[in-house]
């Protein structure tokens, strides 16, 4: 049968090349295409009677002795004389620029029905995700307005299409290769947007669904994540519809049998790209708590699918074309840039919950809660204990990625945050900024906003209190959210819906973020330590290439305020202490003199780690924060971060100056390998108001 079946198409094949020799110098029409078919069907049909009756060849040969001029063949094919004489008239021929000119014109129509279209797709589907009555409202009168124009534009169209006749141009063999020029491109241009969507398709349902089953979305999540996406959604939609619009058009020109095999052959390939999604996500969700690495399985598994369409391009779509390839280098160089890009933008952009099956599994580790209060009007927290000693540790510099390229450190990041609690059970957790890393191809992330809820979620499961202030990392200028969008979240996740996160809702009206004071006090009132928690801000705007910011006046004026108030209340100079994460320029001061011997600085313990040229990474520019303290006489401790290979502790004027031990495993290049530096930092303070601080290091951790 198959043998059949090849030698048939062999002769269909050998009819249409007669048939194409005796049309040569006919003028292109849609009629002229016609005959073609209709005189190749009879040819087959003739070779089909007779077959059997002698050899292959020679019924072969008897039929073209039958067809070998134009209108033999057309009689033939029932044809008469005054028909094939329309079909052979050389008068009223477009040429190409003709063609150009008429197809671009109804081409415009063809867009801008096409957008109209989408964008009553896109309202519908707005109002099904973001469903109220003025929503609804809205909507109804918008679509409104855009049936009208659609309905406006048809008819212009179709009076277009009466008044050019495009239906029925004839052209010369110019204007033949232009239309088949533009019919192979759109055949390429739906093939691939149509691999395009289903890839798109496919990354929706399984983000979605995955984080559905994971707990991190409700339905009402879903639609809103879907709702942000929409614009993208549109995007693809329109170059499908329009390209599919517009091949079927141009088909229109050609042969039927050409449109019916192409259909054919579309329904195969869109079901198996159908079907190679569904199992690359049926098997994907199976692995969900078995696998870490679920969204780098699903990037190979597009690797994979468009190496499918790549293979497809070369080969199968041969069929269907007149020419396969036609490579303009210039195009494709600038359509594969701004592919990678946008791929690359949403790839980083994404909320990535691949943490969740880890931090869910998490356990609440907190031994002897005390009691939190919150003043609305000052947006100061405060922690009662009964314990004589009150324990804080402050981490710093965590820098989670949130992508599926740094899942792994992340992974790593969290377990070693997991293993200082448990080592040394704080009775509050400080978190001295950098603890996202929205920093593009660093980090294969630009989304600040997951990796944060992440984090949030991995302490609330710890059920340890936490305070937060900002690094200069965690609000990038590409972040995903802003600086306001950021503070709106922490906000959000903080102590009425965590009962952990001690994140003020009310701030102070100066420079920065995350402003706050928190009082440690015993059961009996007595104040035990004030932690002051400032923004070291991050970049000076408009500035240089990492130019650093620093702690302004008027952030260094509401920490004297405070502590003014403080001991004026508590009737002595209270015992307080500063977390930020930018160090001050006595930071570097002290190691300087440190450096040389000179008495005035007292060392501790650790060491200045970092290789580059400025060891000690502070703001070129002043801040009177120090002078401040010394001349207060409240702070004598100060905590920083920023510089990951620094964990050095010593006391300068009276104050102890302490880098934090840095828990980052992605930002730092090679970092990840690296030891000695890697660990927290465990303050403990009694009813006194003095203190005690401890290095401690993961390495030295059973």
């Known amino acids: 049968m198959r043998g059949y079946q090849s030698e048939e198409s062999h002769i269909r094949k050998v009819f249409q090349s007669m048939v194409e020799l005796l049309f040569q110098d006919i003028p292109f029409s849609r009629k002229a295409e016609e005959a073609k078919e209709r005189i190749c069907d009879k040819l087959q049909g003739l070779w089909e009677k007779e077959e059997g009756e002698k050899s292959p060849l020679e019924t072969v040969e008897r039929i073209l002795e039958k067809a070998n001029q134009l209108e033999k063949a057309g009689i ?30 109804y081409k415009r129509y063809i ?30 009168c918008l679509g409104t307005l855009f049936g009208g124009l659609l309905f406006f534009l048809e008819k212009k169209r179709k009076k277009y299409r009466e008044k050019s006749k495009i239906r029925n141009l004839r052209c010369d063999k110019e204007g033949e290769a232009y239309l088949q020029l533009l019919y192979d491109r759109y055949v390429k241009r739906e093939t691939n947007m ?30 809103q994540q879907i709702s942000s996406q929409l614009i993208v959604m549109g995007i693809f939609l329109f170059c499908v519809l329009k390209n599919i619009w517009m091949r079927r058009f141009l088909a229109s020109y050609f042969s039927s049998r050409r449109r019916k095999e192409l259909k054919e052959h579309r329904k195969k390939f869109v079901l198996f790209d159908v079907c190679y999604w569904s199992a690359v996500i049926l098997v994907l969700l199976l692995l969900r708590n078995r696998v870490h690495s679920l969204f780098q399985i699903f990037l190979l598994s597009v690797l994979g699918n ?23 280098v ?22 990535v919950w691949l943490l969740q099956p880890y931090i869910s599994a998490v356990s609440n580790i907190q031994k002897e809660p005390d009691t939190i209060s919150y003043k609305e009007e000052t947006g100061v ?13 402050q981490l710093t510099d965590i820098h989670l990625g949130g992508s599926t390229i740094s899942l792994a450190k992340d ?62 990392h965690d609000t990038e200028e590409m972040s995903v959210i802003t600086d306001e969008q950021f503070d709106d979240l922490m906000k959000a996740l903080s102590y009425r819906s965590s009962k952990n996160l001690l994140y003020p809702y009310i701030q102070p009206d100066i420079y920065g973020r995350s402003n706050q004071l928190i009082e440690i006090r015993g059961e009996d009132g007595s104040l035990m330590q004030a932690l002051f928690l400032l923004d070291s801000n991050d970049y000076i705007p408009g500035g240089e290439l990492n130019e650093y910011d620093y702690i302004h006046e008027d952030q260094v004026a509401w ?78 401790a100060m905590f920083c971060g920023h510089d990951h290979y620094n964990n050095l502790s010593v006391e300068y004027r009276g104050i102890r100056l302490t880098y934090g031990y840095s828990i980052d495993y992605l930002a730092m290049p090679g970092i990840e390998e690296d030891t000695k530096q890697r660990g927290a930092t465990l303050i403990t303070v009694d009813r006194k108001g003095d203190f005690t601080i401890e290095p401690y290091r993961l390495i030295d951790l059973p």
């Open 194 to 223: 149509i691999f395009l969507c289903l890839a798109l398709a496919a990354n929706g349902i399984f983000s979605n669904v995955f984080s559905y089953l994971s707990f991190a979305y409700t339905f009402r999540d879903i639609f």
């Open 306 to 328: 468009m190496v499918i369409l790549i293979l497809y391009n070369l080969t199968l779509r041969s069929r269907f074309v007149f020419e396969n390839i036609r490579v303009n």
């Open 559 to 636: 920490y004297e305020k405070q502590v003014r108030r403080l001991s004026e209340q508590e009737g002595y100079t209270i015992p307080s202490m500063l977390f930020f994460h930018i160090p001050l320029q006595e930071y570097k001061e002290a190691y300087e003199l440190y450096e040389k011997g000179d008495p005035r600085v007292t060392y501790y313990y650790g060491e200045i780690g970092e290789a580059m040229i400025d060891k000690i990474c502070c703001s070129q520019y002043p801040s009177s924060l120090f002078d401040t303290a010394e001349r207060l006489g409240s702070t004598k």
């Open 111 to 140: 867009l801008s029905e096409t957008f109209l279209i989408v964008c009553l797709v896109f309202l519908a589907a707005g109002c099904i995700c973001n469903f109220s009555f003025p929503v609804l409202a809205v909507d109804l």
């Open 411 to 472: 992974y790593k990041a969290l377990k070693a945050v997991k293993k200082l609690l448990l080592a040394t059970e704080p009775d509050l957790v400080i978190v001295t900024g950098d603890l996202v890393f929205p920093m593009g191809v660093m980090s294969f992330s630009l989304n600040n906003r997951a990796p944060i809820m992440q984090f949030a979620s991995f302490m609330r499961n710890i059920g340890i209190p936490w305070a937060f202030t900002y690094g200069n």
């Open 381 to 393: 927290y405060t922690i009662t204990t009964e314990k004589e000693q009150f324990k804080i540790l």
């Open 76 to 105: 033939l094919a029932g044809y008469s004389k005054e028909e094939l004489a329309q079909l052979t008239a050389k008068e009223d021929l477009k040429d190409e620029k003709k063609l150009r000119k008429i197809f671009h014109e």
């Open 330 to 351: 210039r195009r494709c160089t600038a359509i594969s840039l701004a592919a990678i890009l946008v791929v690359s933008y949403g790839l980083m952009s994404r909320d």
